[in-house]
């Protein structure tokens, strides 16, 4: 009897081995693939923010232009309404970087 019972725990043991092998190849594809979908996830939410910040970046230089554009043409206006101040301001403000270099 004891012969027996050693080849059924040893078909027993073996059955049981198989089954845990086959949960591991399951659980390696199961990772597999979970590993595949978040570097998806991750691809395109980088895509998205590159995407955020180059239009960002697009929408900065736009408004420095305009806003450059529209202090320009205000001292334009400014000047053109008081020339005399203008070139008096100018001067003034050349004879103080004069004065700033010779120290």
């Known amino acids: 009897m004891s012969l027996d019972h050693k080849t059924t725990t040893s078909g027993a043991a073996s059955g049981d081995f198989e089954a845990v092998s086959q949960q ?13 979908t978040v570097t998806g996830i ?15 970046f697009d929408e900065a230089k736009n408004y420095a232009a305009s806003t450059g554009k529209s202090a320009e043409h205000q001292l334009e206006v400014s000047v053109a309404a008081h020339p005399l101040l203008a070139v008096g301001l100018a001067a003034g403000a050349g004879l103080l970087v004069g004065a700033m270099s010779r120290r």
């Open 24 to 36: 591991l190849a399951a659980l390696r594809e199961d990772m597999s693939r979970l590993a595949e």
């Open 42 to 56: 991750a691809g395109r939410r980088r895509d998205h923010l590159v995407s955020d910040i180059a239009e960002g």
